[in-house]
């Protein structure tokens, strides 16, 4: 069943897993974490289908990084490691982990370079029915493919993260896990269309700007 997302839609937090995909790891010269690599995106970067990826003055580069993103349905909390998950699972939708490379690796802490507003784009709805094994995850800019890989490539499968994060923090019905990018990573230009689509979800879609200083 689709699900639309409206603008009211405010997770508590938006928990991200860094290098899940072993050729996006090697592509920034990094090893695959042994547990998973997580940190925060601001739910105050949320963005939805057409909306605007606006491009801050304090980077140059501003990379796209197509995900499948969970949605938890119910409190999750020191799940263990038989514990079933889908009693967890909302749906899923299609996330733009949009990061600034720069500052993400001047500030060596994530916060800043994933957080401006309008950094994370989803939609554009969400699904509940749907299996998430082997889908393929593509990453757009103009219609160029950029990225395509599939979930089965994840290092950790989306069970393993939803028990492994439960056991670190709390998870509220909203939350939402970006569940790691797959190889081809590239820079956003103001102008650019960039798209994430994947298998049985859909089609998210946003264009890219400047941020304009007065
Ligand atoms: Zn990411």
Same mark, same amino acid.
Do not use: W
């Given at each position: 069943?689709?699900?639309?997302?409206?603008?009211?839609?405010?997770?508590?937090?938006?928990?991200?897993?860094?290098?899940?995909? =072993?050729?996006?790891? =090697?592509? &920034?010269?990094? =090893?695959?974490?042994?547990?998973?690599? /997580?940190f925060l995106k601001a739910?105050?970067s &949320?963005?939805?289908? +057409?909306?605007?990826?606006?491009?801050p003055?304090q980077s140059? $580069?501003?990379?796209?990084?197509?995900?499948?993103?969970?949605?938890?349905?119910?409190?999750?909390?020191? /799940?263990?490691?038989?514990?079933?998950?889908?009693?967890?699972?909302?749906?899923?939708?299609?996330?733009?982990?949009?990061t600034a490379?720069d500052l993400q690796k001047k500030d060596v802490q994530f916060a800043r370079a994933k957080s401006f507003d309008?950094f994370?784009?989803?939609?554009?709805?969400?699904?509940?029915?749907?299996?998430?094994?082997?889908?393929?995850?593509?990453?757009?800019?103009?219609?160029?493919?950029? $990225?395509?890989?599939?979930?089965?490539?994840?290092?950790?499968?989306?069970?393993?993260?939803?028990?492994?994060?439960?056991? $670190?923090?709390? &998870?509220?019905?909203?939350?939402?896990? =970006?569940?790691?990018?797959?190889?081809?990573?590239?820079? &956003?230009?103001?102008?650019?269309?960039?798209?994430?689509?994947?298998?049985?979800? +859909?089609? /998210?879609?946003?264009?890219?700007?400047?941020?304009?200083?007065?």
């Open positions: 069943m689709k699900i639309s997302i409206n603008a009211d839609f405010r997770p508590s937090k938006i928990v991200c897993v860094g290098r899940n995909y =072993a050729d996006h790891a =090697a592509e &920034l010269g990094n =090893a695959v974490p042994s547990e998973p690599l /997580l739910p105050s &949320l963005i939805f289908n +057409g909306d605007s990826i606006v491009i003055d140059a $580069q501003v990379e796209h990084e197509g995900e499948l993103a969970v949605i938890i349905s119910s409190i999750c909390k020191d /799940l263990r490691q038989s514990a079933d998950v889908t009693p967890y699972i909302h749906g899923y939708t299609c996330l733009n982990d949009v490379r309008t994370c784009p989803i939609g554009p709805h969400i699904e509940t029915d749907l299996d998430v094994g082997d889908l393929n995850v593509t990453a757009t800019v103009n219609g160029e493919v950029k $990225q395509s890989g599939r979930t089965s490539q994840m290092v950790f499968p989306v069970d393993e993260l939803i028990r492994y994060i439960s056991n $670190q923090m709390t &998870l509220y019905p909203g939350d939402i896990i =970006a569940t790691g990018t797959p190889a081809g990573v590239s820079t &956003l230009s103001p102008g650019d269309i960039c798209t994430i689509e994947i298998e049985g979800i +859909g089609i /998210l879609s946003n264009p890219v700007i400047q941020r304009r200083t007065s």
